[in-house]
């Protein structure tokens, strides 16, 4: 698959949604992968990359900035405390605020910085004990609590457990952000970013199967 590929896809997807062309964003997700092919999908013209790691990030994306003029970085990982300075100066967004604490740091750091990244709050849907989120019905509190801090909240995030049906996790993600009053849904991955689509997702990660599989460890 290519970048082009893709694209086409996510229209094909949004027209079948009924949704606006153009109206879901696309994240490409870089994570691991080797700058050289990083910089291609660059000079195709895509500008929205996420990242999972503060420090890989901080590594090659000020030179790549550098050379392409306005690109939006999303953090798409685990963000811990320790990293939240660096994150707040260097992303666009952070897909991973999953508890109170790191949302009153950031609330902090933003003050200090002068701006503040557009904020997903991560759900697990599938309420797995290794992976991060908030638990779905803790949902509400948090993100209660990331509006009392005034920060810029801009949706809802998930990671549907491996190896199994998606769609009923982004259908619960879909109505919690309704119940919630929250428009933005980032939700979907390479092989089920077309259903996410459908039900309802505004920004996908996408990342083999634009780039290719990344190498493993
Ligand atoms: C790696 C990653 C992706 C992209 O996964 P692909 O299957 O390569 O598309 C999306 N979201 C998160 C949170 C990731 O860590």
Redesign the pocket.
Known sequence: MTLDAITARLRAAELRAGRAPGSVTL?A?S?VQPPDKVEAVLAQGQRVF?E?RVQEAQGRWPVFQARYPGVSLHL??PLQSNKARAAVTMFDAI??VDRFKLAETLARLADEAGRCPGLFVQVNTGAEPQKAGVLPDETEALVDAVRALSLPLIGL?C?PPAGRDPAPHFRHLAALAARTGLQGLSMG???D?ETAVALGATHV???????GE?APG
């Open positions: 994240i997700v994570k996420g999972n798409i990982g897909h991973s995030m990671i991955m390479s092989e970013f990660r996408v990342g083999s199967a634009i780039f990344r």
